[in-house]
């Protein structure tokens, strides 16, 4: 059974930047799908950035782009999420995922492999 297990959340200030990572213990998933999605306090799950490991393209929500940068280390079966220009709406539950397609959809419910979330909390 593959595991992610996130890491790397915590409090910054609006402005500031914090790195989260996904270590995955299957490293077949450094050529599938892959992504970063949050959840707002009552609000359903929301797909952040996605990104395959079969030719790396990369989506992100209009909400980060230009500030959030997905990426990989295939050495280290490892997932990263660059976040810069942090936000207070940045707030939230920032969780893994993975996925064995190549084509990435941007759906959070096709995603069935999940990490056990980091909290991220943007405030002064």
């Known amino acids: 059974q593959v595991q992610l297990v996130e890491s790397g959340g915590g409090s910054v200030q609006p402005g500031g930047s914090l790195r989260l990572s996904c270590k995955v213990s299957?490293?077949?998933?450094?050529?599938?799908?892959m992504g970063w999605f949050r959840q707002f306090p009552g609000q359903e799950r929301e797909t952040v950035a996605v990104?395959?490991?079969?030719?790396?393209?990369?989506y992100y929500t209009d909400a980060v782009t230009g500030r959030f940068t997905i990426s990989r280390d295939n050495a280290q079966n490892t997932l990263y999420l660059q976040m810069d220009s942090l936000k207070p709406e940045d707030t939230a539950i920032y969780y893994c995922?993975?996925?064995?397609?190549?084509?990435?959809?941007?759906?959070?419910?096709?995603?069935?492999?999940w990490g056990q979330g980091t909290q991220v909390t943007v405030s002064a």
């Open positions: 995922a993975a996925l064995r397609r190549w084509i990435c959809p941007r759906e959070y419910r096709v995603y069935d492999k």
């Open positions: 299957d490293d077949s998933y450094n050529e599938y799908c």
């Open positions: 990104n395959s490991g079969l030719d790396g393209k990369t």
